[in-house]
């Protein structure tokens, strides 16, 4: 049973087109996360949603919307798709107050990997 | 064999050696470390943690040391075997709040038999 689940580990689509990337997690976490990992594998967060509600914000450009129906989802909308915006972008959640690293702490899905084309 | 990870360099060592991988964070505030493996297709997993009040921390085959007044952090990683091969990370947070990891550039591990 995967702790937190992304969809689709794939993307392809064409510059200017919209799409959607998907999470969720069973860990009874309140708090979800986006973060991109660029093509030098630098990882950097987006976003941040605790019990749905938007905490952390990384001066994203505003095609990028994310939406939490629940505590147990955070899905990432991208308008206008650019070149610019291939990368891998990873969900993870967290326990507010619980150390990130205590089992379960902090957990990282295993990746989108959206293709601009 | 070490390692100074700042623009995601590579070190390569042979199976049962000990790697050192380095780490320079960026807040002085942080209060907070852990180390990440990402193996080729997957996300981050956790390795290790230290906490800002500690300079020391060991695991399994792992340890942590921590120096505040350089802002360093070093991954040691004992009798290194083909399955630790993957790209390591340092991420620093402040303990307080909402876990904003800040991840550093990572170091690459190849580990040969």
């Known amino acids: 049973d995967t702790a937190v689940s992304q969809t689709p580990k794939y993307l392809v689509t064409q510059m200017g087109n919209d799409k959607s990337i998907k999470c969720e997690q069973n860990l009874g976490h309140d708090t979800m996360y986006w973060y991109k990992q660029d093509s030098k594998k630098f990882l950097k967060i987006m976003f941040s949603y605790n019990n749905k509600e938007l905490i952390i914000n990384e001066t994203v450009p505003n095609r990028f919307s994310p939406k939490s129906p629940d505590k147990a989802h955070l899905n990432l909308h991208i308008n206008s798709l650019e070149l610019g915006d291939s990368a891998v972008y990873f969900c993870?959640?967290?326990?507010?107050?619980?150390?990130?690293?205590?089992?379960?702490?902090?957990?990282f899905g295993s990746g989108t990997r959206l293709t601009v084309v | 064999g070490e390692s100074v990870g700042l623009h995601l360099p590579t070190l390569s060592v042979q199976e049962g050696d000990n790697s050192i991988i380095n780490c320079a964070y960026s807040n002085s505030a942080s209060d907070y470390f852990i180390w990440y493996k990402q193996e080729s297709g997957k996300g981050p997993q956790f390795i290790i943690d230290i906490r800002s009040n500690m300079d020391k921390r060991q695991g399994q085959r792992v340890t942590v040391l921590l120096n505040k007044t350089v802002k360093h952090l070093s991954l040691q990683i004992a009798a290194t075997q083909p399955g630790d091969s993957a790209v390591y990370f340092c991420?620093?947070?402040?303990?307080?709040?909402?876990?904003?990891?800040?991840f550093g550039t990572g170091t690459r591990l190849l580990v040969s038999p």
């Open positions: 991420a620093e947070t402040l303990n307080t709040g909402f876990q904003k990891l800040v």
């Open positions: 993870a959640s967290s326990q507010e107050g619980q150390l990130a690293g205590s089992n379960y702490g902090y957990t």
